[in-house]
């Protein structure tokens, strides 16, 4: 059974920076894509980025494109979402999600089968 712990989440000012983090326990996370996804309330939850299973490969959604950066280092078991430029429409409470084995960096939801407990982000303006 996989475990995904989030951390980093917080209040920060619009155009300011956060960094997330997700460590996995409980398989060999070097094999799997990982992705970001977030939710605001009263909204669908929402891919943000992924990386593939090497961390050769990103995507991102367009909304967080060239203000987010989704690394990984597998000897830690931790995928990262460095987030620069935040606005208020960034809020949200943001998951890591574990997705296909030897996978490149997918953006459909239903591929991740595995999901942290979400750490809130807030933005204010």
């Known amino acids: 059974q996989v475990q995904l712990v989030e951390s980093g989440g917080g209040l920060v000012q619009a155009g300011g920076s956060l960094r997330l983090s997700c460590t996995a326990s409980g398989r060999s996370f070097s094999n799997y894509a990982m992705g970001w996804f977030r939710q605001a309330p009263g909204k669908e939850r929402e891919f943000v980025a992924a990386i593939s299973w090497r961390g050769r490969s990103t995507s991102y959604a367009d909304s967080v494109k060239g203000r987010f950066t989704a690394s990984r280092v597998n000897a830690k078991n931790t995928v990262y979402l460095q987030m620069n430029s935040l606005n208020p429409e960034d809020t949200a409470v943001y998951y890591c999600?574990?997705?296909?084995?030897?996978?490149?960096?997918?953006?459909?939801?239903?591929?991740?089968?595995?999901w942290g407990q979400g750490t809130q982000v807030t933005v204010s303006s």
């Open positions: 999600a574990m997705g296909p084995e030897y996978s490149g960096a997918t953006y459909y939801k239903d591929e991740y089968k595995n």
